[in-house]
């Protein structure tokens, strides 16, 4: 059974950091390209960043990027997104997507392009 579960969410400043996580369980993320999502309270979700399975492609969205970094460590079978100088408009519940990947530059960036979600963590940025 494959498994997501993101962590780091919280509570941060305007101008603040945080670094989220999701740990994979079920499947070797090596064969598989990942990104990260958000919704926030009555919208839509949306792409935040992607990342290729061989590491070496990134996508972020406008709105973050410059701000937010995609990463994953395969030995460790785990993906992250730090994220720096956080806006109160980054609120919003952060979901990591996995989907295998034949080619390893691809990057996918549609929603229904996923086979794997996580459960989400909120990230509330206010002061």
């Known amino acids: 059974q494959v498994q997501l579960v993101e962590s780091g969410g919280g509570l941060v400043q305007p101008g603040g950091s945080l670094r989220l996580s999701c740990a994979v369980s079920?499947?070797?993320?090596?064969?598989?390209?990942v990104s990260w999502f958000r919704q926030a309270p009555g919208k839509e979700r949306e792409f935040v960043a992607a990342?290729?399975?061989?590491?070496?492609?990134?996508s972020y969205s406008n709105s973050v990027k410059g701000r937010f970094t995609i990463s994953r460590d395969n030995a460790k079978n785990t993906m992250y997104l730090q994220m720096n100088s956080l806006k109160p408009e980054d609120t919003a519940d952060y979901y990591c997507?996995?989907?295998?990947?034949?080619?390893?530059?691809?990057?996918?960036?549609?929603?229904?392009?996923?086979?794997?979600w996580g459960r989400g963590t909120q990230v509330t940025v206010s002061s």
């Open positions: 997507a996995a989907r295998r990947s034949v080619n390893s530059f691809d990057l996918y960036v549609e929603p229904t392009t996923y086979d794997y």
């Open positions: 079920g499947v070797k993320l090596d064969y598989y390209a």
């Open positions: 990342l290729s399975r061989s590491g070496d492609s990134t």
